[in-house]
Structures are given as structure tokens and as C-alpha cells.
């Protein structure tokens, strides 16, 4: 904290308390000192029961007896004794519950019942705690419905299932709080009555303290139980500092040295005890040195007395010292143990001195007399005496009295780290003042807690690690609860078959058995639990294990009832009814599946139930329902009959987990159940991705936290860094693992391991080194959530993460990613994108980038662009104009010779790198469905990331498109430093020609036969590879042409490309002269030299150019862009991803405006309902008197008498008239009969009207009526 700010601390769980203290620890370097704090606190009822040992109540139930299914025990209770009874109650069927401390521990017994049917017992013990006799108040709940408990001590919970069959807790009687009374001491006579304070004591919403405080009838008390702590308040002395010490005056001079005190720690050694005898006689030190305490005294001119007494006093607890020298004597005795004190005879002359240091020497030792080489003392003090008289410490702490360092009074801050134990895997706990350490010896599991495994996972994996055959240890769970065991690697070369043996590998001979009283065969493995061997093949690719059943007069399946005689029990506990050689689903052998079995009419060998051997037999090769467990035989209790069967060893190979893969094509998430790690969690899984950022995983906590959230996430933060994130309580935290010479978005699988626990997390990605950050010091941290695992996303599908995750795995389990595959959401199984089946194809060689929700193509080593690199590039030739494009420099060229002639290719491999080759079916300058090229060698790919000129000698790929009206002319030439060339050409009748030169004499080869001269547009493709040539114009069939043995396979020294013209120095070949003068004139484009585009460089290369292409490049004449009457360009789709105006059918909006949107939908519900409300008004406004017949007349003033003449009114009101008399109906001709209708339902009978008041003019109505 400090005076400028509001920090905020998040407590891990809510505290009671009265009091607050604040303990300044030091002194601000500002010079200032402030603060600010805010309390919130409750009203609070405090029902108290003090015990002193010889005390205790009873609370007697209502009906006498409690049966109950659920249960609530709940108090507090604070005490400086390391045993006591504080709860207990049994019943006559068995049923029990005691809460106790034992060694400062709190112990909850209880048992639902036990009967002798009943093959499992139902005591069940749990602990919690540590250092319980603190003198602070501890919180204490049981919850238990049926079978499952918690149980809370301090906001820890220890969640449960108890043993046994029963689920309700039968007590009898009464409840004792505190020790036992009368009869009930027999039982539990070795337990210690309770010394220290209980509050608000609660059975099932009973406050059994507020009963006793009120001496409720209910209430028994044995002894003076008092309703108030009557425990005196100590003033401990907490050293917690490097240099720690609390110097106290002595009298000196005295022939007696007496000093006591009270001490307890975790620390293996520690100064308790500094001080120097007067007249230079010599000092005294007591020590703390492997639990125990030492006593050294050393005296001039004598040699050194040392004696030690105790043992294993670093455990926590209170300890008190004495000690006690005079002349020849010294004596020291430990917690007043009777025959425990040890004394020493020995010449010894004793001077007390003026000072007397506990817990540690100041520094300088020169300036305060205090010369002890031992490490301070870790831990708490109190009831200091020296020669008889107790320190009075508030003197001390005011500074009145003696000096003190790095100490605090009145409080002792030791806690217990090794309770609960967060060493896992039966890690052993070695704990001191401030940390504690874990050790892994012989569990099979490494790291800061034991957390991290040691073995593989599988065979498989010692397979690829280099191992061959033999016995190896495996832990398929990898760091989950299961153990490692020892199986049979079988490595061969192709895979690696796990085998683990049992005990059933012989013959077991089976007779006397039936169906109510079948033989149980457990099948045990060697070395491993079921639970660990099911691991191994809930992991595995393939398992598979052999059973044969051999039987004599006994039956298999074959039943009246359909449930089967024998039968065998699988993973989980599972029956099933399906035999060896046969698939699950069906109750047969597999002799019923090829209908081979001794009687066609049944599904096994063994049911047809005869008196001689029969066997049904074959391979168990489900995985889910391996491996056997056991074996149940139940029909062999007839005279003959009889059973044998044997079991082979389970088989498993592969590694099912490592290839759980799932793509994320659009913004989802999968959702699992919350996170249940308890105190450490290891996340590991692969990625791959070309999204720069998104979120691989998150799990949120509650809302029960109030002020914390705490949560877990790892993602791609940006394309170089990989973040793990946290807050377990102590605010956000993170760390980072940054990428500087490559991107992680780059396609490529990419391996994270991220894990937390209590002393620290890390995390990993690929090969590079983990990066730490320590926790700070504590004793737990959270890591249990409420909400669902996000998958793919954070929570509301933030930050999605679009690519492909497989073998997830959080403490060991496998997330079942393919399993919650659904393509309507956006994922899939396995790691497919759009590259596999494009909508569009990337064209001219043009690379598919997987983008995963949606794909783009790399035009960079084609000479065309657009979105699927279909869009020609390509420029239109004066006469004149021409080009040149240097392909390397002299120096260059005589350094490549040079490591060629050192280093010459290996048949049927080439360094080089033609662009377009290792594209399946690609046929380069191929603009359309076409030919695919014939199989000669695979050429080398480019460094990945170059992108600058690649030569191969040894092949070349040329590949453009023409139009001109004009002949000759010199479309493309290839010079080099030698005379070597490649030339491709327009002779005087318009024919084209190829020209290569590979030694000594020029190559020629007629590419048409009729003129190209017609101002259309022409492509050509060359492509040669060694002595082998292939040729393409236009959508003529591909040819293939193979120059002669004599001919060198090698174009040495490309030099540069000319379009249009040759404008080379030195000697050129005649041929080529004579077709260069006047130059082409006409459209060029896609021109592509192997990875070279000169147009598109041209073209598309921002200005101002490189001073290192600008020299490379060269343009003479007037050069503009053209398409050269290229085809038309396909449509190009931009995906929805790219598109931002495009909305799906059903667009998920996701906001953060939830009381709005209820205002909103309340505002429009009620404004509706006051429209739906005024039409309804207008609506019986307008139709009130519809169909009543209205006059001007008076009500009749008379009621009518039936049997009677009533008078006759002046006037009346008309009433409900007589219904209406339906019309005639006239049968109109029809040209064909109509169907027969159905029969009309009998008009209802018309009501009759009741009495009352008669109208007059009620006759003249009827009649107007009839006649309208």
C-alpha cells in the first residue's frame, strides 16, 4: 500500500475477525507515510463455549433419533492444544461422525452404516489443516448429502465420497460437543476432551451454543462450562528477517545462568540463543541444528562443552526450553518431559553477562558483543525469561527496554505449506519459514510439485526417441492422477506394440458354477490397475487381445431368457455379449458371423451344449471396451460339465490423442466442462495458423469472487508472441514467449506448454527455453472455474482463433476436439483448409496460402497478379523498344562456376529451384485445362522466405504470351558469359523458332509451322530439365523433345534476359542478328524466366526502385502496360472474411448492453400492448349496438306474470328479437350430379327466453323482419 493510491487486495476467502491491525513493515524512501483504509463490516452473533479439559454438553435430539439425508455441521473453535475432541455422535446401526484434532490436524470420521451383506466398509477419514493450536480462531463446516461431503476449514474444501452402500446418517439419542459424558466415554476412552473455545456450534440449522447459553432443556453439561475465552492473550514474538534478533539486559556477574522460553518453527537451524559471559569467560549459544537443540559453551583456555537434547522440534509446534549452567554443572530440559532433561558435569566457571540475544546476532558483531556464526532464527518466540524474570516485550517493543531488528510483536505468522499437500503423485513435503520443497524420489514425477512425468506416454513414443524392444515404463495419463507402470515395448520399424501381461495367461479350469452363483475370473495386470491399463487404451490407435473359451456340456449364450450364461466385463465395468472374432452390438462368437459354428442354428460352438470339447475363440479388437477385466463363467454345475479359458496379453499400438485434430474456419468456440485442476495445471497442445493473433483457450471464474475474476488463457498475441495469461488471486499476470526470427503464423505446427502451480509458472513454445515467473509465496491458488473451457475463442467468441489445434491435453486428459467438430459452426475434423479443394485455383504456378476461413494466393514467383494470379501483365513494344534484365554479374557467375566445378549435382537431384514444378499437375504457362507434364526429377525448393532470382543450370523454365503483325523479330533471349544462349524468335515467313545453345553448337527447333504474325494472342511454354525438353504453344498438345549425348546439359553463366531486342556486346550468334534488326514490335506479357519477371517487375515494383534493381533493370524505348488481348478475367469472389459490407443469414450479434436491450424490450413490449389495448377500445366503441334493433320508447315500468294479462304499457323496450327465419332455398339446375355431402349435424335447439318484461311492439318487429 501506499499514500498516493488505492491498492486493492483480493483476500482468497472471507475472514471473521473483531479486531484489525495494521503492521507497518517499513519505512517509506519518500520520507512519507499515509493511509487509507476502508472496512466493511456485518452484524455478527457470537454464541461462545469455553472447555478446559474436564468440560463438555450433550444435545439431545428432538424425536430422540435423527435420520437424515443430508446434514450440516458447523462451528469455530481456536485452542493452543494439539489434541481434543470437539464433536461426536453414533448411532446403534453402525453410524458415527467425530470431529478431532490429533497432532494439531482436524480429523473428520464417519460412516453411513455398515452391514454384514454389505462387502464394503463405510469408515471413511479425511484430514485438513496443520497447526491448528495457533490461538486463532479456525472455521469448520461439513457438508454431506447421501454419499458426498465437503469439507471446509478456513475456505478450504476437501470435496469427497463417503464409503459404503447406505446414504442416511442414523444418530441415536444425543451429540457430544467438547468430550464425551458418562456411558459414551467407554467407547472413545483414548480421545482427549476438547481445551479451548467453541462458537456458534450448529447441527442442521441448530445452534446447539445458543441452546447451551440459554440452558435449554435439550442441553446436558458435564462440568463448568463457561460462555466466554478464558485463554490468556499471548504476546508472541514473530522473526521473520535476514538479521533478525531481540537483545534483552541480564544481570550480571551472577554464578547462574537461567534462561526459558517458548519457541516453534519449520527451520532446520537457527540461532535461539547469543550471550556472552562476564569477565571475559567466554559465551554461551543455544542453536537449533537438525530439530534439535544444541548447547555450546565455550570457555578460554578449556575445550568447547557441546551437548544437544530434543528431536524433531521443527515441527510446528510450541516447544519450551530451559536452561540452566552453573560451576561444573549445566542442565537443559525440553517441553518438561519427565526423564527428559540432560545433564552435563563438566569444570565450568559461570559469570552472567550484561546482554542476552534471541533469535539472532546484529550486525556489526564487533559493536554489540555478539560473535555467533549461525543463521537467525525463522519463526516465533514467547514467554522469554532470563534468570527467573519474564521480559516484559512491551518494553521491548517501545523501545524501553533492551533493542530489537526485523521482529514483530504480538503476532506469529507461521503457516503450515505442507497441509494440504501440494507435493503430487505421494511427493514428500519438506517445509521451512517461507517455502517449502517437494521431493519426487521413486514416484516416477519431476518438477517444483511432483507435477511433471517422468516416463513417455506410450511405446510409441520411446520408438521415435531411438529405443528398441525391451521393458519400459509408460504413464498414459502423463501428468493426471493415474501411476506409471512397466510394460513390453515390441518396437519394430514401422510401429510399436505395447504388451501387458496378467494373470490369466494360462488355462483357468472352471466347474460348479451357474448363473445365480457364476464364477468371477478378476483378470489382474501386472504392474497396473485397471484404471491405468484402460489409459493405455482409451490412448491408443489399435488394441486387440485374444480370448478362447473351451467348454464341455456347457453353454455360452445360448438362453431362454436372452441373458447369457458367460460372458466378460470390460472397461468401466461394462458387460458385454459379443466373443472373440465377433463386433460389438451383436451376442455372438465368430463362428456365428460366417456361419461355421457346429450347429447352423446357433451363434457359438458352446451352445450347442454337447458332451465333448468345443471352442469358440478369436481377437477383442474394440478399444472402448478393453481392456477384459474379468471374466464370468455360469454354466458348469451339472455333473459333465465343464469350462476352461485363458486370456492373451493386451496388445495396443499407436497414439490415437497426438492426432485429435479440429480446423476453425470462422469466429467459434468449443465449449468443455470448467477446469478442475486443484492446485497445478499443465496445458499442451499444437497449433497451427496463418491468423495473426486469436485465442487458443480461456476459462473464466465465477461472479462469487465479487472483486476477483480469476481465469486462465493462452494465445497468439501477435504473429512473434505467444502469451500465457493469469490471475489465481494475486491480480493479472503473464508471460510471454517472443519469437525474433521467425513468425508463429507461418503454417507451420507449433508446440505450447504452459503450466501453474503454487510455486510458479512457465511456459514454452517449440524447443526454446521455458520462461519462469514465480509465484509468490503462498499456500494455494485458484484454480477451480465455474464457466465452460472456451476452445477457439474467449468467452462471447472474442479474439477467435482461426487454424487448426490437436492433441489438447489439460493435467493429462485428451479434449475430444474432433468430437465437437460441427461444420455448421464453423470447425471440422482434421486440419483442412481451403488449399485442399479451392473454389478457384491458383493459377500460373501461383501458391495457395491457407488462411483457413478463407484462402489467397502468392503471386510473387509468377509473372501475373489478381487474386488467383490470373490477371496478365505485359507491355506493348515500339519498334526499338527493348529490355534487359541482368541476371548476375561476372563476379557472381565465376564464383557459381567455381563451387560447380567443386561440387558437381548428383543424378536425379537438382539444387535448383524451377517455380511452378512442385505444384501437383501444374503445366507451366498453362492458362487453362490442359496437360500435365510427364514425371522426370523433383527439382530443389528455394530457401523458404526467398524470394530473389533462383538459377539452375542444369534447367530453365520460360513461359510467356505474344501478339504482332510484324516479322522478324527477337521475342526473348538468354545471354551468358560464355556462348552458351537460349533464344526464342520470329523468322521472316512468321514461323517461331527456339534456339538453345548448350556447348559447342547451336540446338534449333521449329515451334510452329504456320505463321504467328496474325496480331493474336500466342503463349509459349519451354521448360528443360537436364537433356530432356518440353514444349507448348498455345493449346497445341505437349511435346517433348531430348537433345543429343553430345550436347552439354548445362546453360553456364546466364548473364541477362532481353525482350524485344538483343542489345549484347561481344560475340552473338548470326542467326540472331539477323532476325534482331528492326526489333520487335508488338505486346509481351507474363514473361517468366524461371523465377524472374522482368515486366512485373517493372510494372508493379513501387517507385523510387532500389539502386540494386534500378542497375538490374534497363528500358529503352517507349514501354507501356498491355494485357496483350489477354482472355477475359474470371470474377474474383472476395471472401465473406475480406468483405466488410457481407452479413451471413443468421449474424450472431454479441453485445455488452444487456440492461438496455431489457429496458428496450420492456419499452416495446408495453407500447405494443397499449396499441394491441386501443384497438381493442376502438373496436367495441364501433360494434357495440351492432344488431340491436333501437327505438325512441320507454322501458316498461311493468314486470310480466306469467298465467297473467299483463296491463298494457304507454311504452317498453324492445328486447332480444326471435331469431330469423333462414331464407328458402331454390334448387338451381347443375350439368353434374355434386358429391353426396356428409350429413349436416342437427340444428341445435333454440333457447328459451327467460322472463321478464314483455314489448308491445314486439309483433309489428317480426313482421317488418319478414317482409325485409
Known amino acids: 500500500m501506499n499514500e498516493s493510491a488505492v491498492v486493492r487486495h483480493d483476500l482468497h476467502y472471507h475472514f471473521t475477525a473483531r479486531y484489525i491491525r495494521i503492521v507497518p513493515l517499513a519505512w517509506n524512501p519518500r520520507g512519507k507515510i499515509g493511509l487509507r483504509l476502508g472496512i466493511y463490516g456485518c452484524p455478527y452473533k457470537s454464541d461462545v463455549l469455553y472447555f478446559d479439559g474436564d468440560d463438555a454438553i450433550s444435545y439431545r435430539f428432538p424425536r430422540g433419533v435423527s435420520r437424515s439425508l443430508w446434514d450440516v455441521f458447523a462451528f469455530s473453535f481456536k485452542t493452543e492444544e494439539k489434541d481434543g475432541l470437539l464433536l461426536h455422535a453414533e448411532g446403534s446401526q453402525g453410524d458415527y461422525v467425530t470431529l478431532e484434532l490429533q497432532g494439531a490436524h482436524l480429523l473428520l470420521h464417519m460412516s453411513l452404516g455398515s452391514s454384514p451383506i454389505q462387502p464394503r466398509p463405510g469408515h471413511t477419514t479425511v484430514s485438513a489443516g ?65 481445551r479451548g473455545c467453541m462458537e456458534n456450534v450448529i447441527f442442521n440449522r441448530v445452534n446447539i451454543a445458543d441452546l447451551a447459553v440459554r440452558r435449554h432443556s435439550r442441553i ?118 519427565e526423564g527428559a532433561e540432560v545433564r552435563v558435569s563438566y569444570p565450568l566457571l559461570i559469570r552472567t553477562g550484561t546482554s542476552y540475544f534471541f533469535g539472532g546476532c546484529p550486525k556489526p558483531a564487533s559493536r554489540w558483543g555478539c560473535h555467533s556464526n549461525q543463521t537467525a532464527f525463522h519463526g516465533c518466540m514467547e514467554l522469554l525469561k532470563v534468570d527467573g524474570q519474564l521480559v516484559n516485550l512491551t518494553l521491548v517493543e517501545g523501545r524501553r527496554l533492551g533493542y530489537y531488528a526485523e521482529v514483530l510483536f504480538d503476532t506469529c505468522g507461521i503457516t503450515d505449506r505442507c497441509n494440504p499437500n501440494m507435493c503430487e503423485h505421494d511427493g514428500r513435503c519438506y517445509q521451512s519459514w517461507d517455502d517449502f520443497i517437494c521431493y519426487c524420489e521413486l514416484t516416477g514425477y519431476k518438477g517444483e510439485t511432483c507435477h511433471q512425468p517422468l516416463y513417455k506416454e506410450s511405446c510409441e513414443a520411446y520408438r521415435l526417441s531411438g529405443k528398441t524392444s525391451g521393458n519400459f515404463t509408460i504413464d498414459p495419463d502423463g501428468s493426471g492422477p493415474l501411476k506409471p507402470f ?47 491399463v484402460s489409459a493405455l487404451a482409451n490412448a491408443s490407435q489399435h488394441c486387440e487381445q485374444w480370448i478362447e473359451f473351451s467348454c464341455y456340456n456347457s453353454r455360452l449364450l445360448n438362453t431362454a431368457g436372452g441373458y447369457p450364461y458367460s460372458f466378460w466385463i470390460g472397461r468401466n465395468e461394462e458387460q458385454h455379449f459379443y466373443w472373440g472374432g465377433s463386433q460389438p452390438g451383436i451376442q455372438r462368437c465368430a463362428c456365428g458371423l460366417d456361419r461355421s459354428c457346429v450347429d447352423p442354428a446357433l451363434h457359438c460352438n458352446c451352445d450347442a451344449d454337447q458332451p465333448q470339447w468345443r471352442t469358440d475363440k478369436g481377437l477383442l479388437t474394440f478399444v472402448d471396451h478393453l481392456p477384459v477385466t474379468q471374466v464370468v463363467v455360469g454354466d458348469t454345475n451339472r455333473s459333465t460339465s465343464e469350462a476352461q479359458f485363458f486370456l492373451r496379453p493386451l496388445r495396443c499400438y499407436g497414439d490415437r490423442n497426438s492426432w485429435n485434430t479440429i480446423s476453425f474456419h470462422t469466429g467459434t468456440a468449443l465449449r468443455f466442462p470448467p477446469i478442475r485442476a486443484n492446485h497445478s495445471l499443465d496445458v499442451s497442445f499444437y497449433f497451427r495458423t496463418s491468423a495473426p ?385 528492326p526489333g520487335f514490335s508488338g505486346c509481351l506479357s507474363g514473361v517468366r524466366f524461371n523465377n524472374v519477371a522482368p515486366l512485373k517487375t517493372h510494372f508493379r515494383t513501387p517507385r523510387p526502385m532500389t539502386a540494386e534493381l534500378a542497375e538490374a533493370l534497363r528500358v529503352q524505348g517507349e514501354l507501356s502496360e498491355s494485357n496483350c488481348g489477354a482472355m477475359p478475367r474470371l470474377v474474383s469472389e472476395v471472401p465473406p472474411e475480406l468483405d466488410p459490407w457481407y452479413l451471413p443469414p443468421d449474424f450472431p450479434y454479441y453485445h455488452d448492453d444487456r440492461w438496455v436491450a431489457i429496458l428496450l424490450g420492456f419499452l416495446v413490449a408495453f407500447l405494443l400492448l397499449g396499441l394491441v389495448g386501443m384497438l381493442v377500445l376502438f373496436y367495441l366503441q364501433n360494434h357495440r349496438y351492432k344488431g340491436s334493433y333501437h327505438t325512441n320508447e320507454p322501458k316498461a315500468t311493468h314486470d310480466y306474470h306469467p298465467g297473467s294479462k299483463p296491463p298494457l304499457p304507454t311504452s317498453g323496450t324492445a328486447q332480444a328479437p326471435a331469431p330469423t327465419p333462414a331464407p328458402t332455398q331454390v334448387a338451381a339446375p347443375t350439368p353434374t350430379p355434386a358429391p353426396t355431402p356428409a350429413p349436416a349435424p342437427a340444428p341445435a335447439p333454440a333457447p328459451v327466453p327467460a322472463s321478464g318484461p314483455r314489448d308491445q311492439n314486439l309483433p309489428q318487429i317480426l313482421e317488418e323482419s319478414r317482409s325485409e
Not at 474444501?157 to 467407554?186: P, S, T, Y
Not at 512397466?486 to 479350469?509: F, G, K, M, Q, S
Not at 452363483?517 to 491405468?532: H, K, M, T
Request: glycine share 8%; with cysteine; charged share 20%.
Open 130 to 194: 496443520g497447526v491448528l493450536n495457533d490461538q486463532h480462531w479456525h472455521y469448520v463446516r461439513v457438508d454431506r448429502f447421501g454419499r458426498q461431503a465437503n469439507l471446509t476449514l478456513d475456505g478450504y474444501v476437501q470435496r469427497f465420497i463417503l464409503n459404503g452402500d447406505f446414504e442416511r446418517l442414523n444418530l441415536d439419542n444425543e451429540m457430544f460437543i467438547g468430550g464425551l459424558i458418562g456411558a459414551a466415554q467407554k467407547n472413545l476412552a483414548y480421545r482427549h476432551n476438547f
Open 220 to 337: 446436558t453439561f458435564e462440568g463448568k462450562v463457561a460462555f466466554r475465552c478464558l485463554d490468556p492473550v499471548p504476546h508472541p514474538v514473530n522473526f521473520g528477517g535476514p538479521h533478525n534478533f531481540v537483545q534483552v539486559p541480564g544481570f550480571p556477574r551472577r554464578g547462574r545462568l537461567a534462561v526459558s522460553f517458548r519457541f516453534r518453527t519449520w527451520d532446520l537451524t537457527g540461532l535461539l540463543l547469543y550471550s556472552s559471559l562476564g569477565d571475559g569467560l567466554g559465551h554461551v549459544e543455544l542453536m537449533l541444528s537438525e530439530g534439535q537443540v544444541n548447547v555450546s559453551v565455550a570457555q578460554p583456555g578449556r575445550k568447547k562443552l557441546q551437548f544437544a537434547a530434543g528431536y524433531r522440534l521443527n515441527d510446528g509446534f510450541w516447544h519450551e526450553v530451559n536452561f540452566a549452567a552453573q560451576e561444573n554443572h549445566a542442565v537443559i530440559s525440553i517441553d518438561d518431559v
Open 486 to 532: 512397466v510394460v513390453y515395448c515390441d518396437i519394430r520399424e514401422n510401429r510399436a506394440w505395447t504388451v501387458v501381461r496378467h494373470d490369466r495367461l494360462w488355462t483357468t479350469r472352471v466347474t460348479g458354477s451357474s448363473m445365480e452363483r457364476p464364477f468371477l475370473g478378476a483378470v489382474q495386470y501386472w504392474n497396473a490397475s485397471w484404471e491405468e
Open 693 to 1077: 493473433s486469436g485465442v487458443f483457450l480461456e476459462n473464466m471464474g465465477g461472479s462469487y469472487y465479487q472483486w476477483c475474476r480469476p481465469y486462465i488463457r493462452v494465445e497468439l498475441n501477435t504473429s512473434r508472441d505467444v502469451v500465457f495469461a493469469f490471475d489465481v488471486g494475486n491480480g493479472d499476470e503473464n508471460l510471454t514467449v517472443h519469437s525474433d526470427d521467425f513468425e508463429f503464423n507461418d503454417d507451420e505446427w507449433h508446440l505450447v506448454r504452459a503450466e501453474i502451480n503454487v510455486k510458479q509458472a512457465r511456459l514454452r513454445v517449440d524447443h526454446r527455453p521455458w520462461v519462469l515467473r514465480p509465484m509468490p509465496l503462498q499456500t494455494y491458488i485458484w484454480l477451480e472455474y465455474d464457466q465452460p473451457l472456451y476452445v477457439g475463442s474467449a468467452e462471447l467468441k472474442r479474439r477467435p482463433f482461426v487454424g487448426c489445434l490437436r492433441a489438447m491435453r489439460l493435467n493429462g486428459v485428451t479434449l475430444n476436439l474432433e468430437g465437437r467438430a460441427n461444420a455448421s459452426e464453423g470447425t471440422s475434423p482434421n486440419c483442412t483448409g481451403h488449399c485442399a479443394h479451392p473454389r478457384f485455383p491458383c493459377f500460373h504456378g501461383g501458391r495457395c496460402v491457407e488462411r483457413y476461413s478463407y484462402y489467397t494466393c502468392d503471386c510473387d514467383l509468377t509473372a501475373f497478379d489478381g487474386p488467383y494470379c490470373n490477371h496478365d501483365i505485359g507491355g506493348f513494344f515500339e519498334a526499338g523498344t527493348w529490355m534487359r534484365y541482368n541476371l548476375q554479374s561476372a563476379l557472381r557467375s565465376a564464383a557459381r562456376e567455381f563451387s560447380h566445378m567443386l561440387s558437381r549435382p548428383v543424378p536425379g537431384y537438382e539444387p535448383g529451384y524451377i517455380p511452378g514444378y512442385d505444384t501437383p499437375g501444374y503445366v507451366p504457362g498453362y492458362h487453362g485445362p490442359g496437360y500435365r507434364l510427364p514425371d522426370y526429377p523433383q527439382p530443389g525448393r528455394p530457401v523458404p522466405g526467398y524470394r530473389g532470382p533462383v538459377y539452375n543450370v542444369t534447367g530453365e523454365e520460360v513461359s510467356f504470351s505474344f501478339s504482332t503483325h510484324s516479322a522478324p523479330a527477337v521475342l526473348l533471349y538468354v545471354s551468358s558469359f560464355v556462348r552458351d544462349y537460349m533464344a526464342v524468335l520470329i523468322k521472316e515467313d512468321g514461323t517461331l523458332q527456339l534456339r538453345y545453345q548448350l556447348g559447342t553448337s547451336p540446338y534449333v527447333y521449329q515451334l510452329t509451322t504456320r505463321p504467328v504474325t496474325d496480331g493474336q494472342p500466342h503463349s509459349v511454354n519451354v521448360t528443360r530439365v537436364y537433356r530432356n525438353l518440353f514444349i507448348q504453344v498455345d493449346y497445341f498438345p505437349l511435346t517433348e523433345q531430348k537433345f543429343s549425348l553430345l550436347v552439354d546439359s548445362q546453360l553456364d553463366s546466364p548473364k541477362a534476359l532481353y525482350l524485344g531486342r538483343v542489345m549484347e556486346t561481344g560475340v552473338i550468334d548470326p542467326e540472331i542478328q539477323r532476325y534482331n534488326t
